[in-house]
T-cell receptor
């Protein structure tokens, strides 16, 4: 069965600094990987997804993530944090191509300091 | 385009009272539907999923039940709420594409 770990339940960065949110996964088959963002009291919005094409995936709002099979990682980065990036971020893994059987990580809360 | 609705947006209920949360999807047919719960400071816990009308799979035993009376309608219910049922409830759907789309959520507080 697949699983996801996210190192750091809370990450703080200064505005303009690099954002790095870590995600490691476990999967018995080539995985599909996702990053979602959740703003307070809202649903989850897809940032980007990896579906076995390019290992470097670009998403919305200048976020990107790199799939590294050897490290079983899919870390999320953004070169320059904005105040509006403050939110909860969830990494998820799926072992099928139909959107079923998602397993979500526990989430990382990102704070952006002025 | 597809949209997903949840209501109510917020709900405050006393312990022991019944619950009914509704989720509807527009702009797609035959979706797979999901109910997740997000407790404070925790990740998402899958509660139920449905691949069709009347077909419900439960992921965890609990005080809640789900029903799918129509293709694009998914209902989460309880006969008697517990304090531990408080949380943020999210409905999601997928329709053959490899991603899940989430509704805006319902914040439930049980007092």
């Amino acid at each position: 069965a697949q699983s996801v770990t996210q190192l750091g339940s809370h990450v703080s960065v200064s505005e303009g600094a690099l954002v790095l949110l870590r995600c490691n996964y476990s999967s018995s088959v080539p995985p599909y990987l996702f990053w979602y963002v959740q703003y307070p009291n809202q649903g989850l919005q897809l940032l980007l997804k990896y579906t076995s094409a390019a290992t470097l995936v670009k998403g919305i709002n200048d976020f990107e993530a790199e799939f590294k099979k050897s490290e079983t990682s899919f870390h999320l980065t953004k070169p320059s944090a904005h105040m509006s990036d403050a939110a909860e971020y969830f990494c998820a893994v799926s072992e099928d191509n139909y959107g079923q059987n998602f397993v979500f990580g526990p989430g990382t809360r990102l704070s952006v300091l002025p | 385009s597809q949209t997903i609705h949840q209501w109510p947006a917020t709900l405050v209920q006393p312990v022991g009272s019944p619950l009914s949360l509704e989720c509807t999807v527009e702009g797609t047919s035959n979706p797979n539907l999901y109910w997740y719960r997000q407790a404070a400071g925790r990740g998402l816990q899958l509660l139920f999923y449905s691949v069709g009308i009347g077909q419900i799979s439960s992921e965890v035993p609990q005080n809640l039940s789900a029903s799918r009376p129509q293709d694009r309608q998914f209902i989460l219910s309880s006969k008697k709420l517990l304090l531990s049922d408080s949380g943020f409830y999210l409905c999601a759907w997928t329709s053959g594409r490899n991603e899940q789309f989430f509704g805006p959520g319902t914040r439930l507080t049980v007092l």
